[in-house]
């Protein structure tokens, strides 16, 4: 290993600029091109997909393989703004502001947190973790028709020990009858196995059938591995055109997940691609732990990930200590690999607020139609983000912020008192 790392810094400082225009070259997501990210390619350095170790972001030409081709294309990368090379950042203009009537959902009996935020139809469900030893793991359900005001329709039937959900919809249904398909992390089995996390169907999003572990190389099942183990999905995207696996693209298959992979003592968003919903396929790293000393440099975790114009944008969860220190936003231009926002973390712990002692597990969505119009003054915010906090008093509680493009004036979504 020391000399291949000798032979390749040396081969590093020679090389000659190539004709192709370089990807960002980022891997450690801080900013620029350096040595950090060098030592970071080394890791991945004759690795190949499928392997554990293979990481997208270091596949900079994309081929499979992370070999000498993707070496000459770093080298001259080096010492760039990773920023100069990205096609324009996808959302990083958004001004956020604090919704003054937080929490929205509170609750003295049970922990609430883990928000998940679901359109069906013209309103909204939001599913939403709580702690109750004796009743075991279930989500809660709750309507919303304005994004602030909430009312508990049910407890999530029929799963297995359910934690950090995420629900997805699909008006035309994943099979005859099914419209709702959730994906969550089962505290009941150890977290180096495939089956920690499962996935269920149901007709109406409050009783589920067909509950079942899901399968697959995207957890490797041996500690210390960056995909290790698993702490349940991020976020999953669902695409019914998608008719064949495709293992070169990982963004163009039928169901795509963003997925919290653990070492056991770290956490990263990696990605998996599946054809049916059950079989899952590594991908590799989306968004890496920050470097030694920069406030996520342990865990950057659960996330909500949106694709735009121009790109992806990504809120995740941070830390050093756990992942509940502060809230992030990194983003791609091709999804597979995220940069860091230079200004993050973009929320954190307030003393004496009801996110004292932790601010994590951003769910965001844009804002469409009447939803949030009229509960917040002047006209409607771009994007929602829903939040888990946790105040002085140990109270579990989901706090909304809303966002607007930079060039909107504030006072627009100062809430009416």
């Not at 579990?396 to 504030?410: D, F, N, P, Q, T």
Request: aromatic share 12%.
């Amino acid at each position: 290993m020391k000399h291949r790392l000798v032979t390749l810094m040396a081969l590093f400082l020679m090389c000659q600029p190539i004709q192709a225009a370089p990807p960002t070259g980022d891997l450690d997501g801080d900013g620029d091109v350096d040595f950090g990210d060098f030592l970071r390619f080394v890791q991945y350095f004759h690795t190949g997909r499928g392997d554990a170790s293979y990481s997208p972001g270091a596949d900079l030409n994309a081929n499979g393989r992370i070999d000498q081709a993707d070496f000459l294309i770093l080298s001259k990368a080096f010492g760039r703004d990773p920023l100069h090379a990205l096609s324009k950042p996808a959302r990083k203009d958004i001004i956020w502001l604090e919704y003054p009537g937080n929490p929205v959902i509170s609750s003295s009996d049970h922990r609430s947190y883990y928000p998940n935020l679901v359109a069906v139809g013209r309103h909204y469900r939001m599913y939403v973790d709580f702690a109750d030893i004796d009743a075991g793991a279930a989500p809660i359900v709750y309507r919303t028709d304005d994004g602030i005001h909430f009312t508990q329709i049910g407890v999530a039937e029929g799963l297995r020990h359910a934690r950090h959900t995420k629900v997805i919809y699909e008006k035309r249904g994943f099979s005859p009858g099914y419209r709702f398909k959730i994906f969550y992390w089962d505290t009941s089995v150890r977290i180096y196995a495939p089956d920690a996390m499962r996935t269920a169907e149901s007709r109406d999003g409050i009783a589920w059938e067909n509950d079942r572990p899901l399968e697959g190389n995207f957890v490797s099942g041996i500690s210390g591995q960056v995909n290790g183990g698993t702490y349940g999905p991020s976020t999953i995207f669902f695409n019914r055109s998608r008719k064949r696996l495709d293992p070169d693209h990982p963004l163009r298959n039928r169901y795509v997940m963003y997925y919290v992979a653990t070492t056991g003592a770290e956490e990263r968003n990696a990605i998996a691609y599946s054809l049916d919903g059950t079989h899952f396929y590594y991908g590799g790293i989306a968004l890496d732990i920050g470097g030694e000393g920069e406030w996520d440099a342990r865990y950057a975790s659960t996330a909500t990930v949106i694709k735009n114009r121009g790109g992806y944008d990504m809120w995740y969860s941070g830390g050093v200590g756990d992942s509940n220190d502060g809230i992030g936003h990194a983003t791609s231009t091709n999804g597979l690999t995220f940069v860091r926002d230079s200004r993050n973390p973009l929320l954190t712990t307030e003393p004496g607020t009801w996110h004292a002692g932790r601010t994590y597990t951003p769910m965001v969505l844009k804002v469409r139609g009447r939803f949030l119009r009229g509960a917040l003054g002047g006209r409607r915010p771009d994007y929602a983000m829903y939040a888990s906090g946790v105040s002085d008093e140990g109270v579990y509680s989901i706090g909304l912020y809303v966002g607007a493009l930079r060039g909107r004036k504030r006072e627009t979504l100062a809430a009416k008192q």
